[in-house]
């Protein structure tokens, strides 16, 4: 399993597109550290999810995200985490042991005009 974090520093990014990186942790299960830290290379209307999912993720946990995002990583088979907040880390290990869940709230706000560096 791959797991992408939304972060700004060590922290679970409220605004997908806006994040500063993506901390990729491979197999948490045996170790919840992150393996790779990848700067968010910028938005393209639809790229960053289509982006994480050409690395493999099956789950991306964030703060928020915008529906058409949502919608494209859902149509790659990919598991959305919303609402989540604090270290990266422990997003990670609340998710594992299955105590984080999504609060499923899509950021209306995040349309193409508002994104800045990403959806």
Do not use: W
Not at 1 to 11: L, P, R, S, T
Not at 14 to 42: K, L, M, Q
Not at 96 to 104: H, P
């Amino acid at each position: 399993m791959k797991i992408a974090a939304v972060c700004d520093g060590n922290e679970v990014s409220r605004h997908f597109g806006h994040c500063e990186s993506f901390a990729i942790y491979e197999n948490p299960a045996n170790t919840v550290a992150a393996s790779e830290i990848v700067p968010n290379p910028g938005h393209r209307p639809g790229f960053l999810p289509v982006f994480l999912k050409d690395m493999g993720c099956d789950v991306v946990i964030a703060g928020g995200m915008g529906q058409a995002a949502v919608d494209i990583f859902n149509q790659h088979g990919i598991e959305v985490v919303l609402g989540a907040s604090g270290s990266a880390d422990e997003a990670v290990k609340a998710y594992l042991r299955g105590e984080l869940a999504s609060t499923g709230d899509v950021c209306a706000e995040h349309d193409h005009n508002h994104e800045g560096r990403g959806q």
